[in-house]
């Protein structure tokens, strides 16, 4: 799943995606503010959970040059593309 400009730095939401052993999805979200930033995964049962929190090095804010919100969205999502290959691990 990608996300685009039209998403705030902020929110609550929640993001699906397929998972690779089964026909199944996994449920979870993305989100922080400037100085970190955490990913969450969980089956669709709630029995394999995962999260990652990222501390950022400093930088500008996205108001402040652009470049940072593509950072951040990139951030986001290898931590879920980590999350998701771990799950996968636990697959029956």
């Known amino acids: 799943m990608t996300r685009t400009e039209a998403f705030p730095l ?3 939401g929640l993001w699906k995606w397929n998972q690779d052993c089964d026909d ?5 979200g993305t989100g922080g503010f400037w100085t970190y930033r ?7 049962d709630g029995q394999y959970q995962a999260t990652m929190t990222l501390i950022p090095p400093p930088m500008p804010t996205p108001l402040e040059d652009p470049e940072t919100a593509d950072k951040l969205n990139l951030w ?5 593309s980590a999350l998701q290959e771990t799950l996968d691990r636990l697959c029956p």
């Open 10 to 12: 902020y929110g609550l």
């Open 24 to 28: 199944n999805h996994r449920f979870g």
């Open 38 to 44: 955490t990913a969450a995964v969980a089956s669709t």
């Open 76 to 80: 986001d999502d290898q931590m879920v």
